[in-house]
């Protein structure tokens, strides 16, 4: 079974639908990490997660929400999905047990906005 | 504020030949530096890392880097293309210290291999 897992796995939404992606975890991670990527652009960061209490903007947090239900689950949500949140979304996990601690990713959510 | 730039967003090798995905970085500390792959529909993985000690770092699948910091690069390399190795590649670097989580990602190097 995969380690960290998000569903759905696709989604066509319309321009100001709310929508949620979702994250899960096994691995006992306390971080957590939502990333889009975009062609040509790489992965940029959302927002992040160090523990249920400890929610904190990423790089291009504006349109979005986050929710940290648990240790192992961290959701993503677009209050008024528009066109230009049509891309490729990543969630993440870390561990903070070492130097330059490596990231777990998920097998990503396909999401176009219409 | 730490920067990472891919040179070339596309590279094709012929099966059997040498890979080489070069990775510049710019950070005001010392950086952990980083490749990580992503395989056609998949989520990243990652290939190798460099924290401290040795600067060339062997990595999964016969890929291995080296840092220098002189040239700021941290440069990707396998000897011997295989078809498995046709992927998406970036470069990642964060800071030492308490900012080792936060990961800056280059735009990716997409790798073609050719029969």
């Known amino acids: 079974d995969a380690d960290v897992t998000q569903t759905p796995r696709n989604r066509i939404t319309k321009t100001g639908k709310r929508i949620m992606l979702e994250c899960s975890q096994t691995?006992?991670?306390?971080?957590m990490y939502w990333y889009r990527q975009d062609p040509g652009l790489g992965l940029r960061l959302i927002y992040y997660?160090?523990?249920?209490?400890?929610?904190n903007k990423g790089e291009i947090s504006d349109g979005y929400s986050v929710s940290r239900q648990a240790q192992a689950k961290f959701s993503l949500s677009l209050e008024s999905a528009i066109p230009n949140q049509t891309a490729l979304y990543f969630c993440a996990t870390s561990d903070s047990t070492g130097p330059g601690e490596t990231q777990y990713f998920g097998p990503g959510t396909r999401l176009l906005v219409l | 504020a730490q920067s990472v730039t891919q040179l070339g967003s596309h590279v094709s090798v012929s099966e059997g030949a040498l890979v080489l995905l070069r990775c510049n970085y710019s950070?005001?500390?010392?950086?952990?530096l980083f490749w990580y792959v992503q395989y056609p529909n998949q989520g990243l993985q990652l290939l190798l890392k460099?924290?401290?000690?040795?600067?060339l770092v062997k990595g999964i699948n016969g890929f291995e880097a080296e840092f220098k910091k002189s040239e700021t690069s941290f440069h990707l390399t396998k000897p011997s293309a295989h078809m498995s190795d046709a992927a998406e590649y970036f470069c990642a670097v964060s800071e030492s210290g308490a900012g080792s989580y936060q990961l800056t990602f280059g735009k990716g190097t997409k790798l073609s291999v050719i029969p």
């Open positions: 691995k006992g991670h306390d971080r």
């Open positions: 460099y924290t401290t000690g040795a600067t």
């Open positions: 997660s160090f523990d249920v209490k400890d929610i």
């Open positions: 950070s005001s500390v010392p950086p952990y």
